[in-house]
Structures are given as structure tokens and as C-alpha cells.
């Protein structure tokens, strides 16, 4: 119950294509719904976040869909470029039980781009 | 303002040894998270500290270990180590606790021999 599922487990799109990647979870209690992006050699970086009170939400080219009822979330780059070539991870957290950071990650989507 | 720091960036160390992986946050920020990456097993959190105090664990077994220093920088230690502990060690920083933004450093890479 606190796992996140991810999918596709890797993604090839043109240049200008709107990539899609999926998330799903069970326990209910997460509140809390980042999304990070990784390089190569790089730790994950902070890219869009969003909390069960809102559908959608935007930041430039990236864009969070949530789906309460359906237990699901998605990221969808617009525009994409070969630079945002990167693994994506979602990731839901939970104040349940006690205020905490504490990420469950899903298992990452790995994004050609290109040219 | 400088990001997360974590040092050092790549450790090589053999069975059997213990190491302590070193996390500055942003300043400011006085939550530390740790986390384990590995191929086989993605990223998994290890243990969250905030004003010094563990305030969270994950499913490792003891001889990980972790601190926080009054300043936020925060520690971990990993004792006997095992063949199975390689992988990269990442930092998270955020500003308090509860669903907080939280910033990775680059991590710290362990290799064991």
C-alpha cells in the first residue's frame, strides 16, 4: 500500500512531442505529489509538486494532471527538447501518523528526446 | 545559495569496513532526509533528521546509522559493510518537516570491493 507505480519504464519522443508518464497509488493518505528529474552523475531535482486539493498545475513546460478518485498522476512536457533527456521520478508522501519528508519514489522513467 | 552538499562524491571501501557519508543542507533548512539509490531497488529512504532528532526510519538494517549537528549538517554511517551496500547515498534538504520541497545533493557513490 505504499507503493507508487510508475509507467512507462521508458519513453523515446520526437523534438516538440508531449511525453507522458503515469503514476498510481493505493494508500489514500498521501497528500503530497513531487515529481523529480535526474541527469547522469546528478542527484534528482525538484521539477513540480502538487497536493490532492488541485487537478492541475503548471510550471513553463511542465504540467501536473491529478486524478483523486482514480488514484492517479501524471507529467506531461509540452514543447519537449533533446535537454530534458533525463529519468523522471514521481514520488507521494504522507503526513499521516506524524509530520515527516519521508518520499516513496516510483521506479522512474528513463526520456529520449530527440532531435 | 548554494545547494546540498554532500562529500565526499565517490568512496571505495572493502567488506567489512564502516564509512560516514557527510550532507551540508541549504542554508536555512534544518531537515536532512537520506536516501539509497540502486538499480535493483530505486530510491528508498533511509531516515529523515530535524532539530537533531530522528523523526523517521526506513526499513534498513542497523548498521546504518545517521546524526544531525546543531548547524543541520547531518551524517551517516554505514558499519560492516556489505557488497549489497554499494550505491549512491543522496541527501535531501527542506525547511521544516511535514510534506516539505526537498532538494538532493549529487550524493556521495559507494563502491564496495
Redesign the interface.
Known amino acids: 500500500q505504499q507503493q507508487v507505480k510508475q509507467s512507462p519504464q521508458s519513453l523515446i519522443v520526437q523534438k516538440g512531442g508531449i511525453p507522458i508518464i503515469n503514476c498510481a497509488y493505493e494508500n489514500t493518505a498521501f497528500d503530497y505529489f513531487p515529481w523529480y528529474q535526474q541527469f547522469p552523475g546528478k542527484g534528482p531535482a525538484l521539477l513540480i509538486a502538487i497536493r490532492p486539493d488541485v487537478s492541475e498545475k503548471k510550471e513553463g513546460r511542465f504540467t501536473i494532471s491529478f486524478n483523486k478518485s482514480a488514484k492517479q498522476f501524471s507529467l506531461h512536457i509540452m514543447d519537449s527538447q533533446p535537454g530534458d533527456s533525463a529519468t523522471y521520478f514521481c514520488a507521494a508522501s504522507s503526513n499521516y501518523g506524524g509530520a515527516t519528508n519521508k518520499l516513496i519514489f516510483g521506479t522512474g522513467t528513463l526520456l529520449a528526446v530527440q532531435p | 545559495k548554494a545547494g ?1 552538499t554532500q562529500t565526499p562524491r565517490y568512496l571505495i571501501k572493502t567488506r567489512g569496513q564502516q564509512v560516514t557519508l557527510s550532507c551540508s543542507p541549504i542554508s536555512g533548512h534544518r ?1 536532512v ?1 537520506w ?1 539509497q539509490q540502486t538499480p535493483g531497488q ?4 533511509l531516515f ?1 533528521y530535524f532539530s537533531e532528532t530522528q ?2 526510519k ?1 526499513n534498513f538494517p542497523g548498521r546504518f546509522s545517521g546524526r544531525q549537528f546543531s548547524n543541520s549538517r547531518s551524517e551517516m554511517n554505514v558499519s560492516t559493510l556489505e557488497l549489497g551496500d554499494s550505491a549512491l547515498y ?1 541527501c ?1 534538504s ?1 525547511l521544516g ?11 556521495t557513490r559507494l563502491s564496495i570491493l
Open positions: 546540498v531537515s532526509s536516501y530505486g530510491l528508498q529512504f529523515e523523526r523517521n526506513g543522496l535531501a527542506s518537516v511535514g510534506t516539505q520541497p526537498q532538494h538532493f545533493g549529487d550524493g
